[in-house]
């Protein structure tokens, strides 16, 4: 054994394990219940994600464990860490925060983009203490709240306003977090030495007091236990109060054996991880479950798949690394499906994988015949430390097939009640209803215990909020989220009915369907719809293509409206709440038209609407403009708009 292997095992009372590694290739659920025929505690023996990366780093040494893409150009070169330098990296950062007064109670918040350094902020935060990524679009306000709510005592924060104003919004937190005491600041990559200047005071070089520490061994000798917390993520991200969930290191440990197990992750892998690392799917399937077996992880530049530059040299890319897999959400396999492969060699990926949302068959079926790939889909949430279920490579299933449970997890299905939520009434395979799960990758609850109340049955099951089935090969088939139904005089109406019957039209890109609050069915089924780049069609040629194409009658869409862009959440993830105020926006402004034209009101004196947040639509008059009809113009629009199932305010301005 090396020097610095028994330096090690001095110091931590565990001796260095092996890396996580496939059992044997899963195509079934008969495979699934096979690994489930040894004990869990005997299959999985890492106790924390320190150890993961302990494991690792002495199995795999000198080869690459993360590849950082200066640019989205071929040419230019990269910057690599090796698993050694990793973990070497990852001990320097656990021991400096270690000096900072972090302990396993206290948060490390991150406000960083896509970077090497994330890597060393997530896994040495984890074995200093408690790590708290942060999606650096949110406001200072959210932020905050975020950062109390977690107790957070140090940030480590990006040296840039280059990337979301990272740096700048860094410094305005210092002094509105009562439990902060350092700030890091991370340089960005090839910044000149000496190029930031003096920092204030509480705030630090993060690499240059990472330097200092040592980089065998965790100085603090923490045991750290499964049951410790490991992770703050907020979930939501963009509206409401900050709910953060725990996650266990046991939680995120499993997440990262059952990934490989199922999906068959091994030391020959190569991967593009273009996930945000403020994300479950970004940190754990995509990034610790591939390091955990040795897969080489690229991260495309710190903007990502946002990105311009990279997308358009995607396939170029791809010729270069050779990754041996392709995970992206569905939003970006469709900009992808826009680029062409222009001769570039794409024959190293053997598996193509998507989640956060349900693909729409036409995109799956056109990206199998533009590159040859079946996209293979999993389902995963940040109360399942990232991941539920699995499509293995070699298993072909239809769109919104999200593959098999992990091993040693219980799923159900059971009806909604009549306010949409889980009963205690199972379902057969085959029937459609809400998604519940059990499993060792459970979250530990919410920091605020309120939080968990709609998170759980009365059981103890974890309520998903996702409606599916469950197939005859014993695969979990999703269709949408129960909080996205729309319901029409009590009519149930599933989005994707809608969404699949528009989405086959050629010169649809993106789509998503909503509720129109109305005021006598509820809410009224529309469509919004983005364009494939340099095609054209008309809203009245869409809704008639659309209506043909959906049986249920209740389910036809009463308006096809095209945009230019699509409403998106940080993660990729189409944005339907503010869908829903531009469908509310539209029903207003019509209204408003209709009573306007009633009084003799011309076009361009008619009141303004417009969308105030995601849940209010504002009508505001004009006085000068509406002249003698004003008051009766006001009256009249509130009485119309009262019966709405949406929040309106009427005001002169």
Known sequence: ????????????????GAPFRPAFPVRSLADIRRLEQTPLEEALTVRSTYEIFRNAGHAFGAKNALTFLRTGNPADEPIRWSYAELLARIHQTANL?????????????????GCLEYHLALWGGEAAGIVQPLNPLLTDEKLVALMTAGRAKVLIAYG???????WSKAMRLRGQVPTLTTVLRVAPHDEAPGAAGALPEGVADFDALRAAQPSDRLVSGRDIAPADIAAYFHTGGTTGAPKLARHSHGAQVFTAWASVQVAGMNENGISINGYPLFHVAGVLPASLASLSAGVEVIIPTTSLLRNKEVLANYWKLVQKYRPTSLSAVPTVLAALANVPLDGADISSISYCRTGAAVL??????????????????S????EMAGISTITPPGVDGPAGCVGFPLPYMQMRIVALDENGNASDRELPPGEQGMVL????????????????????????????GDLGWIDAEGRLNLSGRSKDLIIRSGHNIDPKVIEDAIGAHPAVQLCAAVGAPDAYAGELPVVFATLVPGASATEEELL???AARVDEAPAKPRSVFVIDTMPMTNVGKIYKPELRAMAASRVVAATVAQLGAELGIEAAALPQVRTEGERLVEVRIDPAAAGAHAATLQQ?????????????RVHTA
């Open 1 to 16: 054994m090396a020097a610095a292997d028994k330096a090690i095992d001095h110091a931590y009372p565990r001796p260095v």
């Open 379 to 382: 389902l995963g949430m940040t």
């Open 360 to 377: 729409s068959p036409e995109l799956a079926a056109r990206f199998e015949r533009l590159f040859g790939l079946h996209v293979h889909e």
């Open 437 to 464: 799960f059990k499993s060792p990758n459970l979250f530990s609850g919410f920091v605020d215990p309120a939080d968990n109340a709609k998170a759980f049955t009365a059981d103890g099951w974890l309520a998903t």
């Open 636 to 648: 009249r629009i509130e009485a119309a708009l009262a019966p709405l199932p949406f929040k309106t």
């Open 160 to 166: 840039s306003d280059a990337e979301s104003g990272m």
């Open 97 to 113: 925060l270690h000096a900072l007064g972090v302990g396993p109670q206290d948060a490390v918040a991150v406000l960083l983009p």
């Open 544 to 546: 008639a293509f659309t």
